[in-house]
T-cell receptor
Framework: KAGVTQTPRYLIKTRGQQVTLSCSPI?????VSWYQQTPGQGLQFLFE???????NKGNFPGRFSGRQFSNSRSEMNVSTLELGDSALYLC???????????FGPGTRLLVL | GENVEQHPSTLSVQEGDSAVIKCTYS??????FPWYKQELGKRPQLIID?????GEKKDQRIAVTLNKTAKHFSLHITETQPEDSAVYFC??????????????FGKGTLLTVNP
């Protein structure tokens, strides 16, 4: 099976702009989670989607949002970008809840 | 919410030695504990996981132990090799019934295996 894929792999944006990141899970996986990885904070949970429903959300401001489509592909959006949003954004998919999560390669976002 | 503490933050060993990384968690309802390895510039890769109904699990040179009473779990790597050099993350979750399923990660341990 093909692994989790994410696009784009790299992004450079300026403060105030918005960005949309995409994640395609492993075929058959219905749960997609998003994480932000930074050197200072490590891996932090953003949100998780299952069958197009957001089931859980981390402690991030409302500027961070996401959605999941009927084919389980997911997008996350960050509006009004801040310098501190520069990070590696990882998505992970799993077949069902409590199952192993497999990570994508990440999208590296740089906000200038 | 759940909090996962991981120690040490850096670990340097000689090739062939063993390495041990320890994590503690705060939420006694957590029931799933994976370990991920992340090489520089690459995605986290699951190397082993354990569920709360098991006390120990082994896969070749890697083993994980879980002490539910003390709320801590550990990763043991034996006969370390230079290719084991990476950042290792522990995590915990209490997914059950389709709700509250999220991984809370430790801050990571940079393992360096010196040839």
């Amino acid at each position: 099976k093909a692994g989790v894929t994410q696009t784009p792999r790299y992004l450079i944006k300026t403060r105030g702009q918005q960005v949309t990141l995409s994640c395609s899970p492993i075929s058959g996986h219905r749960s997609v989670s998003w994480y932000q990885q930074t050197p200072g904070q490590g891996l932090q949970f953003l949100f998780e989607y299952f069958s197009e429903t957001q089931r859980n959300k981390g402690n991030f401001p409302g500027r961070f949002s996401g959605r999941q489509f009927s084919n389980s592909r997911s997008e996350m959006n960050v509006s009004t970008l801040e310098l501190g949003d520069s990070a590696l954004y990882l998505c992970a998919s799993s077949f069902l809840e409590r199952e192993t999560q497999y990570f994508g390669p990440g999208t590296r976002l740089l906000v200038l | 919410g759940e909090n996962v503490e991981q120690h040490p933050s850096t670990l340097s060993v000689q090739e062939g030695d063993s390495a041990v990384i320890k994590c503690t968690y705060s939420d006694s309802a957590s029931n799933y504990f994976p370990w991920y390895k992340q090489e520089l510039g690459k995605r986290p890769q699951l190397i082993i996981d354990i569920r709360s109904n098991v006390g120990e699990k082994k896969d070749q040179r890697i083993a994980v132990t879980l002490n539910k009473t003390a709320k801590h779990f550990s990763l043991h790597i034996t006969e370390t090799q230079p290719e084991d050099s990476a950042v290792y993350f522990c995590a915990a979750s209490k997914g059950s019934g389709g709700s509250n399923y999220k991984l809370t990660f430790g801050k990571g341990t940079l393992l360096t295996v010196n040839p």
